[in-house]
């Protein structure tokens, strides 16, 4: 069986271990293992193309602009710092590693930097990485963009593949069309459901969610490595509002990245939770919980709110993890 290799930080300390998709329950209870009493695993090698988590929050991150509420003063306390959901893709076949970048968000420069150390790369300069991927125009995923125009990277031409509403969206509108009108990125419009490759051997398709669409319509996206194919849907309208969706998205996937926004409503406490547009983990649990005993620890959950319980409550993440689902680490790693 092809590993799965995970990294993940607990108390300041790096922890990498190996574990086959099959031990994937385990993963919650290897990390408690590991910390307390296992002598230091040994670094497994890299897989030629792996996935690594670069963000788990929504948008806004943790701490919450905006936000006084235990969540983030005290993140702001301790310096806990949560990035807004990202991915990228490291691919070592060949002699340079190919690197790209899924969501461009306001914490592109530490989320690159974590990719870069992934991948073991440096001296990338002004072209920190090969390609970019964005969902939707909303803030967390795609205002990093702006980071590859003339105040600070400079970059020539990044491939930027979205969605045809994306791409136009950006060469009409300040202060993105700038960065086109100076090749530093170059929108590459991808036909939706059409699979499509940043370079060969990596390929990607695009599936249309529903979601609150102003300036762009929203994307889910299922990369395809050589071994493994993972899901990235961070922004989705609930299940019921598509019925179907959610069995076409997990179709012959091994790895799905869910939006976890929300809990239970238990965090939005004055709002009526026929109102919260996005799907609630507990009800996604609920509809998954069988593929999740089946296929443990291959669902996981990222795109968390800052109030979101999971977030702050280990014996509430725990039981999540106990049923099979997971709750994506900052720096978890994925072999494609
Ligand atoms: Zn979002
Ligand atoms: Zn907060
Ligand atoms: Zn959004």
Partial sequence: MVPVVMRSSLAGLALRWLVNASALPFVGAALALAACVAPPAPAPAPADVELVVLGIAQDGGLPHFGCEQPCCTEAR????????????VVDRR???????????????????????????????????????????????????????????????????HASPRFCAFVEAQAPWKQLVALQQIAPRPFAVGEPFAPWPGLTI???????????????????RGPNRAVLFV????????????????????????????????????????????????????ELLGERARRRPGTLR??????????????????RIEMSGFGVAAQGERVAL
Avoid: C
Avoid at 77 to 88: I, M, N
Avoid at 96 to 102: A, E, G, N, Q, R
Avoid at 143 to 148: N, R, V
Avoid at 246 to 267: I, M, N, P, Q, S
């Fill in 77 to 88: 306390r301790t310096g806990r710092v949560l990035y807004p959901s990202a991915l990228g």
């Fill in 94 to 160: 060949g002699g340079t590693p190919k690197l790209l970048l899924v969501e461009a968000t306001p914490r592109i420069e530490e989320q690159v930097a974590l990719l870069h150390d992934t991948a073991g790369v440096h001296g990338r300069g002004r072209q920190p990485v090969d390609a970019v991927l964005t969902t939707h125009a909303h803030l967390g995923h795609y205002l990093g963009l702006a980071w590859f125009g003339r105040e600070v990277a400079g970059s020539r031409a990044i491939p930027l």
């Fill in 205 to 223: 398709t695009a599936v249309q969610v529903p979601h609150r669409d102003e300036f762009s319509d929203t994307m889910a996206f299922v990369l």
């Fill in 234 to 285: 961070p922004d989705v309208d609930a299940w019921e509002k598509s019925p179907g969706l959610l069995d076409r998205l997990l179709d012959g996937v091994d790895v799905a990245y869910l939006d976890g926004t929300f809990y239970d409503g238990r965090e939005l406490p004055d709002r009526n939770l026929a109102e919260i547009p996005h799907p609630l983990m507990a009800r996604t649990m």
């Fill in 301 to 318: 959950f990222l795109h968390m709110n800052h109030s979101n319980p999971v977030l702050h409550d280990a014996a509430l993440r725990a």
